[in-house]
């Protein structure tokens, strides 16, 4: 029978479930120094991706309270950064940002998440780090503004004449339209992440740091105001309370963490309650279903 849940993953190793959004069980850890940045729902799963040493590590369970785990070598440079799930598969982004000229952009693909197909190596400078799936499509965004889009998730095609000043940083699909968000209030939308729509901003400062569709709407939450739209481009802002980095919602709950930490919930995506306070930082928040 399927199961909904949140999970939270981060420094340590940390993996912990919630039936609720509010109350948080099963918590366990790894090694010192594991750390799994990212989460994602399918195939009846929740995977886990991160890096310990020069390896990836890799964790999945049918409920939240088992885990499988693994690891696959990264060098010390093909770590996974994101993690997304589209077409029946899951499907890691990496790269290693720091490298001189080029940040050697891949991606990898799962069934499970502890057996993986590559590295298949995306051709471009720029790292893609955020991925969504809607439309038959992944359409991902990464460093230096760089946006693109896949039918398969191996072969890539970048929008054209993009600047790094619109360099998004998370991106949700919704209403037949992705929509990303960034920096300053930047916020952009597009039908086949081509083309997309004159940038957006708001006030100094005010980093949109993740992107939910929830209830029909678009709901973008950053450093001081939460943003929402039906169509993603008449947007209304609201002033918000205790924002969290890293946002997932399930039914009437918005879930996120925040340093260090902290977990939180809200009915809104505007105000926020810190619902637990875990040992280790919270790096992702995902909900889905399993089993």
């Not at 885990?67 to 093909?78: D, L, M, Q, R, S």
């Not at 077409?87 to 890691?92: I, K, P, T």
């Not at 039914?251 to 977990?263: D, E, H």
Request: net charge neutral; charged share 20%.
């Amino acid at each position: 029978m399927a199961t909904s849940l949140f999970i939270a993953v981060g420094l340590d190793g940390l993996r912990m479930r919630s039936t609720d959004g509010r109350t948080w069980t099963d918590a366990q850890t790894g090694k010192e120094g594991e750390s799994y940045r990212a989460a994602a729902f399918g195939n009846g799963l929740c995977v886990a991706v991160g890096s310990y040493g020069g390896d990836n590590i890799l964790a999945a369970t049918a409920d939240g309270k088992t885990w499988k785990t693994g690891k696959h070598e990264a060098k010390y440079v093909k770590y996974f950064r994101g993690l997304t799930h589209g077409d029946g598969q899951f499907v890691a982004l990496g790269g290693d940002p720091g490298s001189v000229g080029s940040s050697k952009p891949f991606v990898m693909f799962s069934k499970d998440g502890l057996t993986w197909d590559g590295p298949h190596d995306v051709p471009g400078k720029h790292i893609l780090r955020r991925a969504a799936w809607g439309g038959g499509r992944f359409v991902a965004v990464g460093d230096r503004g760089r946006r693109a889009t896949s039918t398969d998730g191996k072969a890539w095609q970048d929008a054209p004449e993009t600047k790094a000043i619109d360099t998004l940083v998370d991106v949700t699909f919704g209403n037949e339209l992705f929509v990303g968000v960034g920096l300053h209030g930047l916020r952009m939308a597009s039908h086949d992440g081509l083309k997309w729509t004159a940038r957006q901003t708001g006030e100094e400062g005010e980093h949109l740091n993740s992107i939910v569709f929830a209830n029909g709407k678009f709901i973008a939450v950053g450093t001081g105001a939460t943003y929402t739209s039906a169509d993603g481009e008449k947007w209304e802002r609201a002033v918000n309370e205790n924002a969290p980095q890293v946002v997932t919602h399930a039914g009437s709950v918005f879930i996120g963490a925040a340093w260090k930490g902290r977990l939180l919930a809200s009915s809104d995506g505007v105000s926020w309650k810190e619902t637990h306070k875990a040992d280790r930082h919270v790096l992702a928040v995902a909900a889905g279903t399993v089993g």
